[in-house]
């Protein structure tokens, strides 16, 4: 599995018609993802979707990739391509400003998007105490949040 170290990313960029169209092979699997992330989350740390609070499930999954997917960035591996995408959840607006997930994606080499795998979806457990755990949980992202590579 690939590593920050072993990967170097482009710039975050606006996405290519290339990405649109790799991004829209997985956009159930991101839809179910995100779904099943909350639910998850939810049994044991609910702070992880807190910014999807009251809002439906199907709402919270309301986006087009045409539409909402707002920035990418994408490097090089030995088997293929990771793609990283910002999209945007149209659903959440609170005080923080429009909410947003990073995915991952991977396309391997030499097929097209005919065989574009979901990868990923970033969840931040960040702030770490003094031993080690964190003490803030954050899957919706806001729009100045940098899109970086993340290993889930």
């Known amino acids: 599995m690939a590593s920050s170290e072993q990967v170097e990313l482009n710039a975050p960029h606006t996405p290519t018609e290339k990405a649109f169209e790799a991004f829209e092979v997985v956009q159930h ?14 049994k044991h740390e ?8 009251g809002i439906s499930n199907d709402d919270l999954v309301a986006f ?11 490097g090089p591996t030995s088997y293929g391509t990771i793609i990283l995408g910002k999209i945007r959840l149209p659903a959440v ?6 909410g947003f997930i990073h995915v991952r994606i991977h396309d391997p ?34 729009r100045e949040t940098p899109l970086e590579f993340f290993n889930e």
């Open 93 to 98: 607006r609170d005080e923080e400003g429009q």
């Open 46 to 53: 609910p702070r992880m979707w807190s910014r999807a609070a």
């Open 29 to 42: 699997k991101i839809k179910a993802e995100i779904l099943k992330s909350r639910h998850d989350w939810d």
């Open 64 to 74: 087009t990739i045409r539409h909402d997917l707002v920035e990418c960035r994408s």
């Open 109 to 142: 080499p030499n097929r097209g998007t005919d065989d574009v795998v979901f990868h990923s979806l970033f969840t931040d457990e960040g702030n770490r105490d003094a031993d080690g755990r964190p003490t803030t949980w954050r899957a919706i992202q806001t």
